[in-house]
């Protein structure tokens, strides 16, 4: 192996890498077991996905209608389902949430349950409702639910952020207040108090970013006394301080991820001053509070907000949403993948539904799944129960033959790539750039050679 990678370094020709080949594909599954848009949806421990909540729509009379439907849909058969199979044995349930609610937050926890906190309770007519402290937790184990702390306030629209050591950190949702619950001791912390009230805003965990083993919270925009800012939380001290850095425009609905290196990508949104959806893309430090606009999501000139944020390593996927212009909303069928290295959208599609206000889980595998949301009937939004998955086809750096390993199999083609770089297909050129810096050389070699001893 050391003469190989000798005799490669001695051979390796220069060039410039083209951009990653990325793409996807989307594929019908089954449907939910009800319509319903601003419900919540989380990945178990066992891939198999948790549906909570939501508002579906009653037709005579028209109303809105609060859900407190449960639904888990299986990544093997691709269907949904009202009964869960406990994953502790025993029979199977057919588990409800005691308040029915929506717009709420949900998160599973590191021991496997899911926390489900707030949301607007009461639907009727076009109004969602009124917002609840109620808290609620699912057991897989049991596939039981039962009572959890209620919060201090009511929360709607709201965040929650898991941290590495297993809190809750609950943020938002009309006020200027946040708490942090400890799953362990099932108790909430006094409440803490930001510098602006948030609503429908965005929220990523920083890691490590205080040292290492203690994260730190990003809030980004958000309806509130602060729609263009940006604030840190420390959890452990209930402190937080004000980002220097402001959006160019004040927006709600937006979307945030946090990047391989510690960067943090944020998305469209709705301005708050006007209404309008907008076409805005940053890319944020927060080690320097740095904030620089790069180029937003092609084809959407009319920008979008309420879409699906899905990080992906050096990727991110965007799905669905809406756009409004002058109090006029479309709901999307949009999906665009970022690469972090490049700053680029290399990938836009149509989805084969349109989603608004709707859930987005990655599976096991890495393809995504698309919950039911809103969808224009008669010129308005109404709920609906298609589903779908996203398959990404990503390059694996290493893998140039594109069978999905890293072996014996791909040395022929990565040396033929090296020393003809002009004449490697986009995928190779990419699969062979192993440390990312658009060149094809020497400087490759040690880490494909790690690829293909650490496999």
Same mark, same amino acid.
């Given at each position: 192996?050391?003469?190989?990678? &000798? &005799?490669?370094?001695?051979?390796?020709?220069?060039?410039?890498?083209?951009?990653?080949?990325?793409?996807?594909?989307?594929?019908?599954?089954?449907?939910?077991?009800?319509?319903?848009?601003?419900?919540?949806?989380?990945?178990?421990?066992?891939?198999?996905?948790?549906?909570?909540?939501?508002?579906?729509?009653?037709?005579?009379?028209?109303?809105?209608? !609060?859900?407190?439907?449960?639904?888990?849909?299986?990544?093997?058969?691709?269907?949904?389902?009202? !009964?869960?199979?406990?994953?502790?044995?025993?029979?199977?349930?057919?588990?409800?949430? &005691?308040?029915?609610?929506?717009?709420?937050?949900?998160?599973?926890?590191?021991?496997?349950?899911?926390?489900?906190?707030?949301?607007?309770?009461?639907?009727? $007519?076009?109004?969602?409702?009124?917002?609840?402290?109620?808290?609620?937790?699912?057991?897989?184990?049991?596939?039981?639910?039962?009572?959890?702390?209620?919060?201090?306030?009511?929360?709607?629209?709201?965040?929650?952020?898991? /941290?590495?050591?297993?809190?809750?950190?609950?943020?938002?949702?009309?006020?200027?207040?946040?708490?942090?619950?400890? +799953?362990?001791?099932?108790?909430?912390?006094?409440?803490?108090?930001?510098?602006?009230?948030? #609503?429908?805003?965005?929220?990523?965990?920083?890691?490590?970013?205080?040292?290492?083993?203690?994260?730190?919270?990003?809030?980004?925009?958000?309806?509130?006394?602060?729609?263009?800012?940006?604030?840190?939380?420390?959890? =452990?001290?209930?402190?937080?301080?004000?980002?220097?850095?402001?959006?160019?425009?004040?927006?709600?609905?937006?979307?945030?991820?946090?990047?391989?290196?510690?960067?943090?990508?944020?998305?469209? $949104?709705?301005?708050?001053?006007?209404?309008?959806?907008?076409?805005?893309?940053?890319?944020?430090? *927060?080690?320097?509070?740095?904030?620089?606009?790069?180029?937003?999501? *092609?084809?959407?000139?009319?920008?979008?907000?309420?879409?699906?944020?899905?990080?992906?390593?050096?990727?991110?996927? /965007?799905?669905?949403?809406?756009?409004?212009?002058?109090?006029?909303?479309?709901?999307?069928?949009?999906?665009?993948?970022?690469?972090?290295?490049?700053?680029?959208?290399?990938?836009?599609?149509?989805?084969?539904?349109?989603? =608004?206000?709707?859930?987005?889980?990655?599976?096991?595998?890495?393809?995504?799944?698309?919950?039911?949301?809103?969808? +224009?009937?008669?010129?308005?939004?109404? +709920?609906?129960?298609?589903?779908?998955?996203?398959?990404? #086809?990503?390059?694996?750096?290493?893998?140039?033959?594109?069978?999905?390993?890293?072996?014996?199999?791909?040395?022929?083609?990565?040396?033929?790539?090296?020393?003809?770089?002009?004449? &490697?297909?986009?995928?190779?050129?990419?699969?062979?750039?192993?440390?990312?810096?658009?060149?094809?050389?020497?400087?490759?070699? *040690? /880490?494909?050679?790690?690829?293909?001893?650490?496999?």
């Amino acid at each position: 192996m050391i003469l190989f990678a &000798a &005799a490669m370094t001695l051979h390796a020709g220069c060039g410039l890498a083209p951009a990653a080949s990325v793409s996807g594909t989307f594929e019908n599954v089954g449907n939910d077991t009800v319509p319903r848009f601003f419900h919540k949806a989380t990945r178990l421990h066992d891939g198999r996905v948790l549906v909570t909540g939501g508002m579906t729509l009653q037709i005579f009379p028209p109303s809105l209608i !609060s859900l407190n439907r449960i639904a888990t849909y299986d990544p093997v058969s691709r269907t949904f389902s009202d !009964s869960f199979a406990p994953t502790g044995g025993g029979p199977a349930t057919n588990p409800l949430l &005691a308040t029915a609610r929506s717009s709420h937050t949900q998160t599973t926890l590191l021991d496997g349950r899911v926390l489900i906190t707030g949301g607007h309770i009461g639907a009727s $007519g076009t109004n969602p409702g009124t917002a609840t402290t109620s808290v609620e937790i699912f057991n897989p184990i049991t596939g039981a639910v039962t009572p959890g702390p209620v919060m201090a306030i009511p929360r709607a629209m709201h965040t929650d952020t898991l /941290l590495a050591d297993g809190r809750v950190v609950v943020c938002g949702g009309g006020s200027n207040t946040w708490q942090v619950l400890d +799953p362990i001791t099932n108790t909430w912390s006094t409440q803490f108090f930001l510098a602006h009230s948030r #609503i429908s805003h965005a929220a990523v965990r920083l890691a490590d970013f205080r040292g290492p083993g203690l994260d730190s919270v990003l809030l980004i925009g958000g309806g509130g006394s602060g729609p263009a800012t940006m604030e840190f939380l420390n959890p =452990d001290a209930g402190t937080t301080s004000l980002a220097t850095s402001v959006l160019s425009v004040g927006v709600d609905d937006l979307g945030a991820a946090v990047l391989p290196d510690g960067t943090v990508l944020i998305v469209g $949104g709705q301005s708050i001053a006007t209404g309008n959806t907008v076409n805005l893309a940053y890319r944020f430090n *927060p080690e320097t509070d740095t904030l620089v606009s790069i180029d937003p999501p *092609p084809n959407r000139p009319d920008g979008l907000s309420d879409h699906a944020v899905i990080p992906m390593g050096r990727y991110v996927a /965007l799905f669905g949403g809406e756009q409004e212009i002058s109090g006029n909303d479309t709901e999307l069928d949009y999906c665009a993948i970022f690469d972090s290295a490049t700053n680029t959208w290399p990938f836009t599609a149509a989805m084969n539904r349109v989603h =608004d206000d709707f859930p987005a889980v990655q599976l096991e595998d890495g393809a995504i799944l698309l919950i039911g949301g809103g969808a +224009p009937l008669f010129g308005n939004e109404a +709920p609906t129960n298609l589903a779908e998955i996203f398959v990404p #086809i990503l390059p694996q750096p290493g893998d140039l033959n594109a069978d999905g390993a890293i072996n014996e199999l791909d040395i022929p083609f990565f040396v033929s790539v090296l020393i003809a770089p002009e004449s &490697a297909t986009v995928k190779q050129a990419a699969a062979a750039d192993l440390n990312d810096d658009d060149a094809l050389d020497g400087q490759d070699v *040690p /880490l494909f050679v790690a690829a293909l001893t650490d496999r």
